[in-house]
């Protein structure tokens, strides 16, 4: 876990400045390089003076940079700034609607036996997918119908929180093909490795062949980085196979997700 003074959702949810510097961010960013200050002021709800002195700061800060009277860009370290705290809301956003159980219409979950309409039942994660029996849990709720063992099944009236840890995400690094590309990869090496894992990703042709050259079938490859963090929020020890110049930034995500992860070393000495 990060220390509070460098975790972008505790930064942006307990200050209130650091949420409006957020949205001014965002809004040159949405409107550059024509930015009109009275505009935001309008969206945020405070003073023109009060973006001006944000605006300020940010350029002193070199987040925006400033091309003349009322004209302003994003800088790249804006950017990253603006794209780290959006991913901590996003996930934090997640764990509330995935995680933490509140009362709603109806949530599916998959029946781990037979189970008969108006009867409580225990709602629990298990393999990445919500499913329900007769066993005590955290959260619990009432099903709607009838359902055999192994099938879907809708539950209303949740309370509780679902017991939920994340899954330990698996990086391993490939090179580019300018750079040896799979042949580079110790084939054995890398299936030890996402034998031991419950979904695996590939971001990179390289990568993907390095993949099929251990046997192994990725789970996916479009959406490949999300498809991982996803599984990892959802308490899937995963694996993000990865052609090296997306390593950097798929490791920023993790930590932006507070996701732990191990980086493998895959290249053939």
Same mark, same amino acid.
């Given at each position: 876990m990060k220390p509070k003074d460098k975790d972008p959702l505790y930064i942006i949810l307990r200050s209130k400045r650091e949420a409006t510097k957020f949205q001014i961010l965002v809004g040159v960013a949405e409107n550059q390089p024509s930015v009109r200050q009275? /505009? $935001?002021? /309008?969206?945020? !709800?405070?003073? #023109?003076q009060a973006v001006s002195e944000y605006i300020r700061e940010l350029v002193d800060d070199e987040m925006v940079k400033s091309q003349g009277r009322g004209s302003y860009v994003i800088t790249p370290k804006g950017v990253e700034w603006v794209i780290n705290n959006a991913e901590a809301l996003e996930s934090y956003a997640k764990h509330i609607t995935h995680d933490i159980v509140q009362q709603v219409a109806v949530w599916t979950a998959i029946a781990d036996c037979n189970i008969r309409a108006g009867d409580k039942v225990g709602v629990y994660m298990k393999d990445g997918h919500i499913h329900a029996s007769y066993k005590e849990q955290s959260a619990c709720g009432i099903a709607i119908a009838d359902a055999k063992s192994g099938m879907d099944? !809708?539950?209303s009236d949740l309370v509780g929180i679902i017991e939920l840890s994340y899954g330990l995400v698996h990086v391993c690094k490939v090179p580019r093909i300018q750079r040896g590309g799979s042949e @580079?990869?110790? #084939? /054995? *090496? *890398? @299936?030890? $490795? *996402?034998e031991k894992v419950r979904f695996i990703g590939t971001c990179g042709i390289e990568a993907d062949i390095a993949v099929k050259n251990t046997g192994l079938t990725p789970n996916t490859f479009f959406g490949s980085r999300? !498809?991982?963090? /996803?599984?990892?929020i959802h308490g899937l020890e995963s694996a993000l196979v990865v052609v090296d110049e997306d390593f950097t930034d798929f490791l920023k995500r993790l930590e932006a997700a507070n996701l732990r992860y191990v980086i493998h070393d895959l290249i053939a000495p």
């Open positions: 009275q /505009e $935001i002021a /309008e969206i945020l !709800g405070v003073t #023109p099944l !809708g539950v @580079r990869v110790q #084939p /054995e *090496l *890398l @299936r030890d $490795i *996402l999300e !498809g991982v963090i /996803e599984a990892a």
